[in-house]
């Protein structure tokens, strides 16, 4: 059973490029969250997406920074104009589709490590 | 107000010991507690859920919860050098989980 997998690993992109990080969730899940995690510090809840559906957006930046997990497809957080302090880790998670206790554990993919030079 | 408190360490403690790690929240509502582990440049690692007030063990680990307290605690027995890691503490209530900041433990041989 393939986990929670993220595309690309690292990636480095140029001030003012676009950055597109990608993430397909367990088999089996339909519930995606996204967190960043700046050097040194904890891991910031930014946005939680069903398919089709922003659940919650209250860690997203006003400007640059959207999510989607479309129908079909993986789930993606695209940053515009990206700036040096974009640079961070950038973790997926998914959990599964129940309510039960054990829906409300999230597991984590290997994350995106974004370097804006 | 930071919602999930943790010590940053480093927490050092010596091969064979118990390292006890501490995590106190805010929110009332929360009612679902977690430890995760990450390892330097990696993803964090679930170890331990708790929902209870009380222990609940599982190896090596024992993750401790009073509700009243606001209080969440994680005990690791017969530590090992490859336990050196950071330890995070989240908590789920009506929002998706938050997390403190984390504490490095190092196990020392």
């Known amino acids: 059973n393939a986990g929670v997998m993220q595309n690309p690993r690292h990636l480095v992109r140029r001030r003012g490029q676009e950055a597109r990080l990608r993430c397909s969730p367990m088999k089996g899940h339909s519930h995606v969250y996204w967190y960043r995690q700046l050097p040194e510090e904890g891991l910031k809840f930014m946005v939680y997406l069903q398919k089709e559906n922003i659940i919650d957006e209250s860690g997203m930046p006003k400007e640059r920074f959207s999510a989607e997990f479309p129908k079909e497809g993986p789930s993606i957080l695209r940053i515009q104009q990206v700036v040096r302090g974009d640079s961070a880790a950038y973790f997926c998670?998914?959990?599964?589709?129940?309510?039960?206790?054990?829906?409300?554990?999230?597991?984590f993919g290997e994350g995106s490590w974004l370097t804006v030079v | 107000q930071k919602e999930v408190e943790q010590n940053s360490g480093p927490l050092s403690v010596p091969e064979g010991a118990i390292a006890s790690l501490n995590c106190t929240y805010s929110d009332r509502v929360s009612q679902s507690f977690f430890w995760y582990r990450q390892y330097s440049g990696k993803s964090p690692e679930l170890i331990m859920s708790i929902y209870s007030n009380g222990d609940k063990e599982d190896g090596r680990f024992t993750a401790q919860l009073n509700k009243a307290s606001q209080y969440v605690s994680l005990l690791i027995r017969d530590s090992q050098p490859s336990d050196s890691a950071t330890y995070l503490c989240?908590?789920?209530?009506?929002?998706?989980?938050?997390f403190g900041k984390g504490t490095r433990l190092s196990v020392i041989a």
């Open positions: 989240a908590r789920k209530g009506n929002t998706p989980l938050v």
């Open positions: 998670a998914s959990s599964p589709t129940t309510s039960t206790s054990s829906g409300n554990t999230i597991y």
